[in-house]
């Protein structure tokens, strides 16, 4: 908690001000609130939001009364609030409408009975972190990092960096400004032009390998996905242990990732076309498992 609380006292200012430097509204000043909530910091105080979120005491008990009238938080006792309900609620919702998973379940189970022990993960960007949305695995597949959920680096890895290399420049270059140390350390430059051309050379790869930049010991071979507009939505990545990776096998896994995602990125299209045609895509229904 005094880590947490430490890092959020650094970007108490966040509280007030938005990226652009405009005055934040009441709305996002809230969902401050909820941001403060983390695995190392999973119960709060109205006294150590305050401290930490740089708001009055009272501006701070406001907000968390709202929030726990939606649900969004409740009263862990002895004067702590944690994550509430209405997010259960939510992520259930989430597993059964969202079309991304939809389109993807089917491939990624398909895959999984091809290639056995390997581990198939489904991760999509939100913010300046990478959360993996879905994952498919064998009983004997090795332990890796990404769960569902759990925020991931974004230079490091395969099914990070693929995204990246896809991101419009303007947010690549604001990723670059903010992160340089980072970037730097995960080997794609320390300067602008080194960085955009790690980036065009991912691109002109149309996936990405790499060798325990996350977990020790395993190999990760990420492609992209897109929706019908060729936005980037996320990226599909096989990961296996670093025994079962060679060199002489690339073409084949690279091969069988990218035809993945090319199958997860036209049955999207499909789904959203039905979508608005009215019709509730079959896919969806078995997504509440």
Request: one cysteine or more; hydrophobic letters at 30%.
């Given at each position: 908690m005094t880590a947490a609380l430490a890092a959020m006292s650094r970007h108490a200012a966040a509280?007030?001000?938005?990226?652009?430097?405009r005055a934040m509204s009441s709305l996002e000043r809230t969902l401050t609130v909820l941001d403060a909530f983390?695995?190392?910091?999973?119960?709060w105080t109205v006294d150590g939001l305050t401290a930490a979120l740089g708001f009055t005491r009272s501006t701070t008990y406001r907000y968390v009364k709202e929030l726990c009238a939606a649900g969004l938080l409740t009263p862990a006792g002895g004067g702590g609030y944690v994550l509430g309900?209405?997010?259960?609620?939510?992520?259930?919702?989430?597993?059964?409408?969202?079309?991304l998973l939809a389109a993807s379940r089917s491939v990624m189970r398909e895959m999984l009975a091809a290639y056995g022990s390997d581990v198939l993960l489904l991760c999509r960007l939100f913010r300046d972190k990478v959360l993996c949305v879905h994952q498919e695995r064998?009983?004997?597949?090795?332990?890796?990092?990404?769960?569902r959920?759990?925020?991931?680096?974004?230079?490091r890895g395969a099914t990070s960096k693929i995204m990246l290399a896809y991101l419009p420049e303007r947010q690549a270059a604001r990723l670059f400004l903010e992160h340089r140390r980072e970037i730097a350390t995960a080997g794609l430059g320390e300067e602008w032009p080194e960085f955009s051309a790690s980036l065009r050379a991912l691109r002109r790869n149309g996936?990405?390998?790499?060798?325990?930049?996350?977990d020790k010991g395993a190999v990760g071979v990420g492609a992209p996905i897109f929706?019908?507009?060729?936005?980037?939505?996320?990226?599909l990545s096989r990961v296996m242990a670093e025994p079962d990776f060679s060199e002489a096998r690339l073409?084949?896994?690279?091969g069988s990732v990218l035809e993945g995602a090319r199958r997860i990125t036209e049955n999207l299209a499909r789904l959203l076309r039905d979508d608005e045609d009215g019709a509730r895509p079959p896919a969806l229904v078995d997504a509440a498992e």
């Open positions: 509280g007030r001000r938005r990226r652009d430097g983390s695995l190392d910091a999973s119960v309900p209405r997010i259960i609620e939510l992520d259930r919702q989430i597993r059964s409408c969202d079309p064998s009983g004997f597949a090795l332990d890796i990092s990404y769960s959920g759990r925020p991931m680096p974004l230079f996936y990405c390998v790499s060798h325990g930049d996350v929706d019908r507009d060729r936005r980037l939505l996320g990226s073409p084949e896994i690279a």
